[in-house]
């Protein structure tokens, strides 16, 4: 397995994860795809409907709606499938992820709100427990809904316009995101494994939020000038919350879907190992790019305000 470590390869983590050796990851952390359809990559399901991941007048030149989640026309039987897929595809990796763990290794796995409670399931049907589900809260969030008054107006309809004034199609702003905290189960009791496997419990004093004990609400932004290469990319600061959380240095984290890099970038940063896969050429250059470029920045970062 050595010559997996401290790496970011490029490929499909099916095919690298039964090289790691058994009972050896200390934390999974990663921002999976969520199945919604966001771009390409983020296609997951076998529907075949041609208005899928089309475009809508709308959304021409907004970077946040570039692509359709649904199909034009609406839902219809094939498209009550999507989830179904889903769950499928995480069971593929949730299998091979299971034997490799060490028990009571935690698992962070970010995801959708419509989604993510297929990825538990694959992952507590691969063996895993569910411990909580977190909130990272976002500063701001891409939003857009459709006044149903102009619909109507639209369908020369003035009176059901009047009675629906104020009224909206669409989903409120979302301003937060899921992540799913599962763990491998251990034996005996959990001092026991923290004892024999290192893992298990939480790094409290090196996690206060302003002199206090951290909560399952994680509000955690971007940092100035934090380079921005992945439209689903998270704040580097957010994962080393969760790295510091969980594990010791020179412990093993996994992401075997690390996009833009950014948790290989926490772990260096934090002197933990890493391992970690990116099936997407682009997104696998872009990622060796910022590990090279920006872990320097952040030990400096993290020095600094150690020395203060």
């Given at each position: 397995m050595d010559i997996l470590l401290d790496q970011i390869i490029e490929g499909n983590c099916i095919d690298w994860l039964p090289k790691i050796s058994p009972e050896s990851v200390h934390l999974f952390l990663s921002d999976i795809p969520y199945g919604i359809g966001l771009d390409?990559?983020?296609?997951?399901h076998n529907n075949t409907n041609s208005a899928y991941l089309g475009?809508?007048?709308a959304q021409h030149g907004k970077s946040g709606f570039k692509r359709r989640g649904k199909p034009i026309r609406g839902w219809n039987a094939a498209d009550r499938n999507i989830v179904r897929d889903y769950q499928k595809w995480c069971d593929q990796w949730a299998q091979l992820v299971y034997p490799i763990m060490k028990k009571g290794a935690s698992l962070f796995v970010f995801g959708a709100r419509r989604t993510i409670h297929r990825a538990i399931i694959a992952l507590e049907d691969a063996g895993f427990l569910l411990r909580d589900v977190l909130i990272w809260k976002k500063d701001s969030a891409h939003h857009r809904s459709q006044r149903l008054e102009i619909v109507l107006n639209r369908?020369?309809?003035?009176?059901?316009?009047?009675?629906?004034?104020?009224?909206?199609?669409?989903?409120?702003?979302?301003?937060?995101?899921?992540?799913?905290w599962l763990f491998k189960p251990y034996d005996h009791t959990i001092t026991d494994n923290i004892i024999e496997n290192e893992v298990g419990g939480m790094n409290v004093a090196e996690c206060l939020i302003n002199g206090k004990s951290p909560t399952n609400v994680l509000d955690i932004d971007f940092r100035a000038n934090e380079t921005r290469v992945h439209e689903a990319q998270k704040p580097v600061a957010l994962m080393e919350y969760l790295i510091r959380l969980t594990t010791l240095e020179n412990q093993i984290v996994l992401d075997p879907f690390i996009g833009s890099g950014t948790t290989a970038i926490a772990c260096r940063s934090l002197n933990r190992r890493?391992?970690?896969?990116?099936?997407?050429?682009s997104y696998y250059r872009n990622a060796l790019h910022r590990l090279e470029t920006e872990t320097r920045q952040l030990r400096f970062l993290h020095e600094s305000t150690q020395h203060d």
């Open positions: 390409d990559w983020d296609v997951l475009q809508s007048p369908r020369g309809e003035e009176e059901l316009a009047e009675k629906w004034q104020g009224w909206r199609i669409g989903n409120l702003a979302p301003i937060y995101e899921p992540i799913a890493f391992i970690g896969f990116e099936i997407n050429e």
